[in-house]
């Protein structure tokens, strides 16, 4: 079955960084395009990036929030994800989720932008 | 950017009612390549979302076949043929067409 379990988030200050993980297993990982979504407390899904597959050039894609400041990234060899946040808002708390193609769904990681 | 409009946004349903919920897009979901990626995702409450429609009307493993989807272009519906206690929560839609990715607002799915 696929599992995903995301790693690495907390609490942050405004304009800090904050590096997220996400491993995979149970499936072809280098198969899949990988996504990051996320939930604001009380709000609904946002998606914020997606990277596709080698034969795909790596490709990523950005929501316009978060374009310019955060890079989504990808290791095969590991079956990991990442999602590199930079000069954090406190617009970007949130709760986010790593899913392989909508079909598998991580539990989450809270990251909370406060001073 | 895609704007999907999702309708209603709360619908109140008993037990082994029929229920459908509508998404609506900004613009046509008809990729290049013939596939229309608008898909349907339902998050329980203080769960993760999980995928029951893909590619419009397609079931995913493991989803009942009480789910359905329909639609082409702009308008797409999601069915629910009996509802069940374990079907509560907020349905997404979600296309993948056009990028940057959007989801629909959400409908939340109460007991009457």
């Known amino acids: 079955a696929v599992q995903l379990v995301e790693s690495g988030g907390g609490l942050v200050q405004p304009k800090e960084s904050l590096k997220i993980s996400c491993a995979a297993s149970g499936f072809t990982f280098s198969n899949a395009a990988m996504y990051w979504v996320r939930q604001a407390p009380g709000k609904g899904l946002e998606w914020v990036a997606r990277i596709r597959t080698k034969p795909n050039n790596y490709a990523t894609y950005y929501a316009d929030s978060v374009k310019g400041r955060f890079t989504i990234s990808r290791d095969d060899s590991k079956s990991m994800v990442y999602l590199q946040m930079d000069n954090l808002k406190t617009e970007d708390t949130a709760m986010y989720y790593c899913?392989?193609?909508?079909?598998?769904w991580g539990q989450g990681v809270m990251v909370t932008v406060s001073s | 950017d895609v704007v999907l409009t999702q309708t209603p946004p709360t619908l109140s349903a008993t037990i082994g009612q029929s229920v459908s919920i509508s998404c609506r897009s900004s613009q046509s979901l008809l990729h290049s390549n013939g596939n229309t990626y608008l898909h349907w995702l339902l998050q329980r409450p203080g769960q993760s979302p999980q995928l029951l429609i893909y590619l419009v009307s397609r079931l995913e493993s493991g989803v009942p076949n009480r789910f359905s989807g329909s639609g082409s272009g702009t308008d797409f519906t999601l069915k629910i043929s009996g509802v069940e206690a374990e079907d509560l929560g907020v349905y997404y839609c979600?296309?993948?067409?056009?990028?940057?990715?959007?989801f629909g607002a959400g409908t939340k799915l109460e007991l009457k």
């Open positions: 899913t392989a193609q909508l079909r598998g």
């Open positions: 979600v296309q993948g067409t056009h990028a940057p990715d959007t």
